[in-house]
């Protein structure tokens, strides 16, 4: 039974498939199973992945019915037998040590998950604008530290293949990929972050993601879903498995969170009275569910969660902001920039409740 699995969904990446590969058999950790999970490809990305000789590599086929990367992932998560579980995409690839540093990190300081933090390399062809907004490093703690999982739930970025999981918690609270869905990663860190308690960072770049035209996540930088529901699939999927296992209350800011950010992510890519819908199924969900007087509140450009019966309150805020607005003169220009940010707020949420 190896250390790591490494899962390593694929479909049609003949270009980069064998720089993935490679990286994976030649780490200096060696105690390691690589499970690649083809989903339907109709290049030479197969017969690429059959041309090595390592017992240590595992290739199954998905049937390409659509269930998609998730579907891809569950299944390697079955098939894995490791007592650490590893991602990587199949375009991307490992520095030689990764496996190693993140090995010797979750042995020596027995959390839950160890993240490390990633190169950016990219294709030529890609935008600036892409290339800046999807390249922006996740901001790491300042200092080396464990740290109580329920803070960093919402801090931590959720991607996959940044992180080593323990696939004891995962098996024990049956944590897998919704299906057919390009933000499925969100809901498995919601999921394994609220069952885990400790996390840890590492300063180290140990992972490269390639950068390139065409990917899913090129797609959805372009508002481009295959699924506008995505988003909403995911709140459901999160509070499901909060009710299930019985830590809803525990986690109740983690899910009115989940749900705002989620749908303010819907914004530009869902239909108004779609959102709105959504939004409705959800407040039934806070309010019958959680006991909150917390609400979502659909505007032009994003999603506001507000307390319920508030409008002498917000209406005194606005108010309060406003008197300070006049005195620009006794405050620091960054301090008069705040209270115009947040008066624009107030009304934005007034002119809709």
Known sequence: MPEISIIVPNFNTE?????CVDSLIHQTFQDIEIIV????????SINILKGYQDNRLHILFHKGDGFGPGGARNLGLEKATGKYVMFCDSDDWYEPNMCQKMYDTIEKYQVD???????????????????????????FPLNLNIYPAKNHILKANVVLWNKIWRRSLIERYNIRFILQNEHDDDAFWYMYASIGSTIYYLKEKLYHYFLRKNSIMSLAFHKKPKNPSDRFQICMAIFNFLSIHNILNKHKNLILKVFKNEMCESVEVVPMEKLKEYCEILNNLIKNNLKSNAYLVVGDRSVFLIKRYSKIKLWALFFLFHFKKRIYWFVKEEKYKKYIKKINQVQSVLKII
Do not use: H, M, P, W
Not at 124 to 136: F, I, M, V
């Open 113 to 139: 998950v160890v993240c490390c933090q990633n190169f950016y390399d990219i294709e030529d062809g890609l935008s600036k604008a892409e290339r800046n907004k999807r390249s922006k490093n996740q901001s």
């Open 15 to 19: 270009k980069y498939i064998a720089r």
């Open 37 to 44: 999970i083809d989903d339907g490809s109709t290049d030479n």
